[in-house]
């Protein structure tokens, strides 16, 4: 079970800060907390990886600070609790560093605009806003200190404060605020559970002939047997060959 799978993310008043994510365990009528994994983890009986960085867990029991939690693909693990963060209102992270956020935030599904908030490093006690940012080729995470009043209220900028981070979120999360902080959906976390089809090719590279590429490469109005990537590509070659076939 993932995160989220829609890059639209449906804002509730419902949710309180306290309040994590919870799943229902059906077979055993009782509920796990939401958590993600912040690296991978080998079993003992093996060389491979059975939890990757960025993982959706559900946390079965705890136990002198050792987690049993099940993957999306319905297996469980016994780890220790500092492999994991616990999520809540799917965007709050608890016990992760700046790096963290920067590894899970720069991770496959996420884009630019994707966030969470995590307790800050720098200012113990108080909270930061983690928010991938892109422009262009270049792929970055900014990071807000989300400071806080005596009466309890929180605020970035002085000229808006909220008295819940619920509702920090929400205001920047509004495609209308205007802010420089502009937020779309909580950090995606990522499902093993998803499978990725892999589509076989009809296309014979024997009985491939030049001329043929270079009728898929222009393109018609039939299926194409090339696919877009492998098109640039080849015409990027075919220029190369070309042009180097015309030097003195």
Known sequence: MGCLTSRFWHRSAAYRLEDPVVMSDEASGNHMHMAVALCNFPPQRSDEHTIFLGDSLNIIS?????????????????????YVSKVHNRWLFERITRRNAEQLLMLPPNYSGCFLIRESQSFPGSYSLSMRQDGGHAHNVKHYRIHQLHNG??????????????????????????????????CLLHDSNTAVAIQRSSLNWRDLSRSMVQRQLKGTNQESLVSEGLRETMKAYFYVTESSACED
Not at 62 to 82: A, K, Q, Y
Not at 156 to 184: E, K, M, P, W
């Open 153 to 186: 209220w929180y605020y970035i900028h002085h000229s808006h404060y909220f008295s819940t981070l619920t509702q920090l979120v929400d205001y920047y999360s509004r495609s209308s605020n205007g802010a420089y902080c502009q937020l779309t959906e909580p």
């Open 62 to 82: 705890e136990d002198n600070g050792m987690l049993t939690v099940r993957s999306s693909s319905g297996t469980e693990f016994f780890i220790p609790h500092t």
